[in-house]
């Protein structure tokens, strides 16, 4: 049986910029608050230097080294946060007794995952936005993924007090903001044009948050009163949102469940972005932002709250209404408890995943459990699906 204890082993380390990275750390901060034991085996080295590594410390959580995988123990259940690492070491992960639980934070499959869902060795597949979940669990089923494979979504959670709420910013100027991982892809071909193209009757500013020269080359010539940050480190992701009275975020991506969204929403940042993904489902347009479909829509609606600070100031109090009611602690803890037992119901090892499916093959019920019939049966048969 499963360890009593309520126990967590993350593989992969949390940062403050970035979409996997940040929701892993405001997951962690939940988890503890939870009480539950979070140990962290990094994938990479160098983590004890990261300033994050101080906040796990007072936290509680347990660091080890890159890929300390000693440390498992038999049925403990190992999180990976879109990390490509982990797929590639998951035959150490099932060595140690440990069953791996990959959450996807992107609307695509790695390579990897869709290769090994068929043999099972990934016991579970978690999501935050239950569209992106359907969607990637009729691919990976249609790949042959195993009976036995347990997919879930769950509420993610934003710690508030790490994103406090300004209800006041400048007035002698109207600041745009683009916060992302310099990746070209997360900038529109479109987004010189529409800055360009707003109008104020203050002065205009922008800042950039992850923007590098390959970003460059996409966007082309930007304005001067744009100030341009290649990483967030040279920016604290909190004085970007202080700063800026909107988020105008045209891309060439469809976003999952869009963590800078969350922490947007959070400070009083009003959101103007594009009308497709996990957008969508976070903003109502009008009311808690602006959905776009096309560059002039973008540039329109910032002219708007450029010229009406009190309707900017109204659809970031209702934003942020509808955060805490989203991320409640009391509504994302529900959800992991909810999550952390159905962990129970996983197979103990991927080894017992393994004699039942021998089990059944030769006719002999598996005790205490489904009886998965041959593999060919199991890739016919719908894989677990579970809301939280």
């Avoid at 300033?51 to 190992?78: N, S």
């Avoid at 891309?251 to 963590?259: A, G, L, V, Y």
């Avoid at 969508?280 to 560059?295: A, D, N, S, V, Y």
Wanted: proline share 6%.
């Amino acid at each position: 049986m499963v360890p009593s204890t309520p126990r967590l082993v993350i593989h992969g380390f949390p940062s403050s910029g970035g979409g996997a990275g940040t929701e892993l750390r405001h997951q962690i901060r939940l988890w503890r608050k939870m009480d539950i034991e979070v140990c962290l085996i990094p994938s990479t080295g160098g983590s004890s230097a990261l300033p994050e590594h101080r906040e796990l410390t007072e936290l509680g959580v347990r660091v080890f080294l890159q890929d300390e995988w000693k440390i498992l123990r038999p049925g403990d259940r190992v999180l990976s946060f879109c990390n490509q690492h982990t797929l590639k070491r998951i035959d150490q992960i099932i060595h140690a007794g440990a069953l791996l639980v990959f959450i996807n934070c992107m609307t695509e499959l790695f390579g990897m995952e869709r290769g090994l869902a068929p043999e099972g060795k990934i016991a579970a597949f978690g999501y935050q936005n239950p569209a992106v979940r359907g969607k990637l669990e009729a691919e990976l089923r249609g790949s042959g993924c195993r009976d036995s494979t347990l997919f879930f979504d769950f509420e993610p959670w934003l710690d508030p007090e790490l994103f406090p709420f300004h209800f006041a910013r400048d007035a002698n100027s109207f600041v745009m903001g683009h916060i992302s991982r310099p990746d070209p892809a997360k900038f529109s071909n479109d987004t010189a044009a529409i800055y360009n193209a707003v109008e104020s009757p203050v002065p205009k500013r922008g800042i950039f948050l992850g923007f590098n020269f390959r970003c460059a080359a996409k966007t082309g010539p930007l304005p001067d009163w744009i100030d341009r940050f290649s990483s967030h480190s040279q920016m604290d992701p909190r004085e970007f949102y202080r700063r800026c009275h909107v988020i105008l975020q045209p891309t060439d991506t469809t976003e999952n469940w869009p963590r800078i969204g969350l922490e947007a929403m959070a400070s009083g940042t009003v959101l103007i972005v594009d009308d497709r993904g996990g957008w969508q489902r976070m903003i109502e347009h009008g009311k808690t932002g602006f959905l776009c479909k096309t560059p002039e829509e973008f540039s329109s609606y910032a002219s708007l709250l450029a010229r009406d600070p009190e309707l900017r100031g109204k659809i970031a109090r209702q934003a942020y209404e509808v955060f805490m009611e989203r991320t409640s602690y009391a509504k994302c803890a529900e959800s992991w408890s909810r999550v952390m037992k159905l962990f129970e119901s996983l197979p103990y090892t991927y080894h017992e995943v393994q004699k039942k499916l021998v089990q059944s093959d030769s006719g002999v019920g598996a005790e205490g459990g489904v009886s998965h019939g041959t593999m060919g049966e199991a890739r016919k048969r719908p894989a677990r699906r579970i809301g939280i």
